[in-house]
C-alpha cells in the first residue's frame, strides 16, 4: 500500500476542499425545506465517484431521499466490501450556539468545525479518498460498493426496502462502515456493540384553547404540568424505567464479561470535567460505561408547550408537546418497545388530558462478532496505521442498519470509526480532527489489504 | 344621564371605528420589538383624551413604557373618580391559531376579534367615550381623571414609582377600573377579589453543551427530565402545592363564607364542555369557584429545551426552561412567596444539575369591601342599565395595582368590568362583545351620577 499511502499524502489539500464543498451543501433530512439541498449533497457524491475510477455510479431514487450507488469489480474472484454511510446532517440549530455558520466549515486547532463534519460526511469520505488512492494507484486489493444514503438522521425509512430490492447488486464479504468513535486518538478503538431505538413523540391537551391562568389556574388541569409529572414518572430513584416489561429482554452480563468492560480507560473526574457536571446520574448498580454500553435508558430530547417567548405570560395553554427516545439493547426489539412506550403512556394518562403519541423511527441494537473476518482485519488495519491494537467497545449510539444488513444481506458490518467524543456529533459546533481524517483515509487502505489477505 | 345616552347611542359607530384604530396598533410590552407600537398606541390616545373634552392630557414617561395622564376638573367640591386602565396587550402568539390576524379587528357574530379588545383596549376605552358622552351634554357629575399605563402585562413595574411621586395630582375619592369579567351576561357581577402573582423563570443547566443521547444517555442527567421532575413535584397528589410555608398566611373561609361564593351560578358540565374537558382538577376539597377565587395555585405557562423542529433529533440538550407562576390570595405577600419558591426550587435540584430561577413579576392580592361607596354605586349603575342587582364575585386574576393603590394613595378600586370567559383574554381569537362594550359605556355613565350622588 505504499504507492497509495503517498497518493493520499500529495493529495491531501485537495481531499480537505472537496470535503469542505461537501460540508457547505446543507443536507439537512429531517427538515423538508432543505429537501433540494440533501438532492445537491447526492448529485455532488455522484460525481465524486465518477471521478475516482469507480466502474459505475448511480442515483437510486427512494420514496425519501435518495442512495447513491457505485461500485468497482477488479476481479469477481476477490473479496468484496461493501461501505455504507450517509450523507444527510442533523439539523444545525440552535444557530446562535455555532462559534461559526455550521455549513461554512472552517480549520481551527487541526479539526474541522461544521455540521456533518464527523457525522458523517468526514467519515465516509474517507473511503471515496481511500479508495481514489488505491484505484490512482493500481493497489486495489478488493472489489468495492458503495451505498451512501440520505435519511440515516430520520430513521433510514427507505433503505431496508432498496436491500430487500437489491440483494444481488449488494451482494458482498462484508459491509465497512465509519460512522462511530474510537475512546482517544492514545486509546483507538472498535465498536463492536451498538444500542437500538425507540423515538416519540407526546401531544398533551388539556382544555380546547389557551387559558388566562388567573381565571382558570388551580381548577383546570394544565396539560404541562401533566406533562411533567408523565414524564417524571417514567424513571424511578434508582434511575430505572418504570414502563412495565421496558427490561423484559435485556441481557445482563455475566461477572466476566462486566470485569472486561471495566478494563476499557475511563477516567471520572476527566469525564465529568469535560462536561462541566458536578454529579453523574444512572441506573443505580451500573458503571458509567455499562450505562452506556449495555443498558437500555429513556431522555427527553425536547420539550416545549405555552408562552416561551421574552417576558411573562399568564397562560394556562391547551397543549404540551415533548419528544422522547429509548436507547436499546441487544434483545429488546424495537417496535416491541415503541408499542410499550405507547401503551404507558396512555394508561397513565390522567382524565382531564388527552394524549397522543406518535413514533417517530426506530431501530434495532447490534452485536458484531470479534472473531470474524472483518474485525480481525480492522484490528490488523488499526495496528498498522496506529502502531496500537484498538480496544473493542460497546457504544451507546444506534446505527440501526447493522441488524437491518445482517438480516437481510447476513452480513456482518465493521464499525470502522474515527470520531471522538469532543467532536460533539449533533451539537452546536460539531468537528471532526483533521488528523483523524487522514488517519481515518489510511486505515481503511490497510483495511482493504487485511481483508483481501484474510479472505484468500 | 338621558342626554348622554342619546349621544352614546348616536355616536355607536364612531366609537367602535376608533376603538378599531387603537386595536390595529400592536402595543405589546413584553416584546422589545414593539416597543413603537406601544408608544404609538400612547399618542393615539392623548389625542383622543384632547378630542373628548379633557382640561389638560400628556404623555408621561418611565424608565419603561409611558403613562398617559389626563383630567377634567369641573369643581373641586365634587368627587373625583381616578379611572385606571392599561393600553399595553399579551402577546399575540401563536399567530397560526388565530382565525383572523391579531391585528386586524373585525366584528363577527356581534363580537370583535382583536388582541387587546377585552383586555383591556376594548374596555377602558369605554370609560372615555363615557366621560366624551358626558362631557358634550354638560352631564358631567364628577371632576375626572385617567391614568392609562402601557406596562401592566409586563407586571406595572414604573407605575408604582410614578403614583409616589404623584400623590397630590392623582388624589381621588375612588378608582375605577374596567378590567374584569361578569359571570354572564344574564349573571352580571362586581369583582370584589382578586389574586395576587408570583412569576418566576427556570433554567436547569445540566452538560455544558448539547450531547449525543445515544453516547451520554442513561449517564449524564438530563435537564429536561430533572425540569420534569423538579416541576411534577411542586404539586403533591391532593392537587397541594409541595413549598414549605406557601399555605402559611392563608386565610381559610368560614363554612358561612363558603355557603355565600355557593350561591354563584355555576354549571360543572356548562364549563366542561365549554372547555372541552372530560374532567377538571385541583385542590381536594374545594369546589371549581373556591379553587380559582379563594385558593392560591401554580402553573407551568411555558416550557421549552431541546429539540422542538419537525422530526427527530437525539439530542441530549444542555439547558431545559419553563416559566412557572403562582396565584395568590390575601395575605400571601408576592415577594415573600416568589423567595419561597425560589429557595425551595434551589433545595430540589439536585446535584449533577446548575438551576438559576429569576422573578419576573409579581403583584399582591386584594379584596374590595362592598360597604364602600364606590362599590354601592356599582351595583345601582348595574340595575339601572342591565336591570339586575350584580353579584359580588371573587376574580382568579390579578390586577396587582390595586394593592398597591390601597397601600399608596389609601384608595378603594371599584373593578367596574365588563368581560366574559368566552373573551379569551390572553389567547388566540380575543374578542369584546359589542352588546358589552356599549352596556358598558352607559354603566360607566350611571356610576359617575350614582357616586356623585353617594358623596354628595
Known amino acids: 500500500m505504499i504507492k497509495s499511502l503517498e497518493y493520499i499524502e500529495n493529495n491531501k489539500q485537495r481531499f480537505l476542499d472537496e470535503l469542505f464543498d461537501l460540508l457547505r451543501i446543507p443536507s439537512v433530512s429531517a427538515d423538508s425545506k432543505f429537501k433540494n439541498d440533501v438532492r445537491k449533497a447526492a448529485e455532488f457524491i455522484k460525481q465524486k465517484f465518477d471521478e475516482s475510477g469507480v466502474d459505475s455510479s448511480e442515483i437510486c431514487e427512494t420514496a ?194 462486566r470485569a472486561e468492560m471495566a478494563k476499557a480507560p475511563f477516567d471520572l473526574d476527566e469525564y465529568k470535567k469535560d462536561l462541566g457536571i458536578e454529579a453523574i446520574k444512572g441506573e443505580a448498580g451500573y458503571s458509567t460505561i455499562e450505562r452506556t454500553g449495555i443498558r437500555p435508558t429513556l431522555d427527553v430530547n425536547g420539550i416545549w408547550g405555552g408562552y416561551t417567548g421574552e417576558g411573562a405570560k399568564t397562560v394556562l395553554p391547551s397543549k404540551g408537546y415533548a419528544k422522547i427516545s429509548a436507547r436499546l439493547v441487544p434483545n429488546q426489539d424495537s417496535k416491541e418497545i415503541t408499542k410499550l412506550i405507547i401503551d404507558h403512556m396512555q394508561k397513565i394518562a390522567p382524565k382531564h388530558v388527552k394524549v397522543k403519541v406518535t413514533p417517530h423511527h426506530g431501530g434495532e441494537a447490534a452485536v458484531i462478532p470479534t472473531d470474524s473476518q472483518g474485525y480481525i482485519a480492522a484490528v490488523k488495519a488499526f495496528e498498522e496505521a496506529w502502531g496500537k491494537t484498538p480496544i473493542p467497545t460497546r457504544d451507546g449510539g444506534s446505527i440501526p442498519i447493522v441488524a437491518l444488513f445482517q438480516k437481510e444481506l447476513g452480513l456482518n458490518s465493521v464499525l470502522l470509526g474515527f470520531g471522538l467524543d469532543e467532536d460533539a456529533i449533533h451539537s452546536p459546533n460539531e468537528s471532526y480532527g483533521t488528523f483523524n481524517f487522514y488517519k481515518g483515509i489510511e486505515t481503511i487502505t490497510w483495511f482493504h489489504k487485511f481483508f483481501a489477505e484474510k479472505e484468500n
Open 64 to 257: 425519501g431521499h435518495p442512495i447513491v450507488y457505485a461500485e468497482k469489480i477488479i476481479d469477481p474472484s476477490l473479496p468484496t466490501i461493501l461501505v455504507y454511510g450517509h450523507y444527510d446532517v442533523q439539523p444545525a440549530d440552535p444557530y446562535d450556539l455555532w462559534d461559526s455558520p455550521p455549513f461554512e466549515p472552517v480549520i481551527k486547532d487541526d479539526r474541522i468545525f461544521a455540521r456533518g463534519a464527523c457525522d458523517d460526511k468526514g467519515q465516509f469520505y474517507m473511503h471515496i479518498k481511500s479508495f481514489e488512492s488505491m484505484a490512482a494507484t493500481g493497489e486495489l486489493a478488493c472489489n468495492v460498493k458503495f451505498m451512501i444514503e440520505g435519511e440515516e438522521e430520520v430513521g433510514s425509512d427507505n433503505l431496508g426496502l432498496f436491500v430487500q430490492k437489491n440483494k444481488e447488486k449488494l451482494k458482498a464479504d462484508v459491509i465497512l462502515i465509519s460512522d462511530t468513535s474510537i475512546l482517544s486518538n492514545e486509546h483507538p478503538s472498535v465498536t463492536v456493540g451498538l444500542r437500538g431505538l425507540s423515538y416519540l413523540e407526546i401531544e398533551v391537551t388539556g382544555p380546547n384553547r389557551d387559558l388566562h391562568s388567573g381565571v382558570y389556574g388551580g381548577a383546570v388541569g394544565n396539560p404541562l404540568n401533566t406533562l411533567c409529572d408523565m414524564i417524571s414518572s417514567l424513571i424511578d430513584e434508582n434511575g430505572r424505567v418504570t414502563i412495565p416489561g421496558f427490561y423484559d429482554k435485556v441481557e445482563e452480563l455475566s461477572d466476566e464479561e
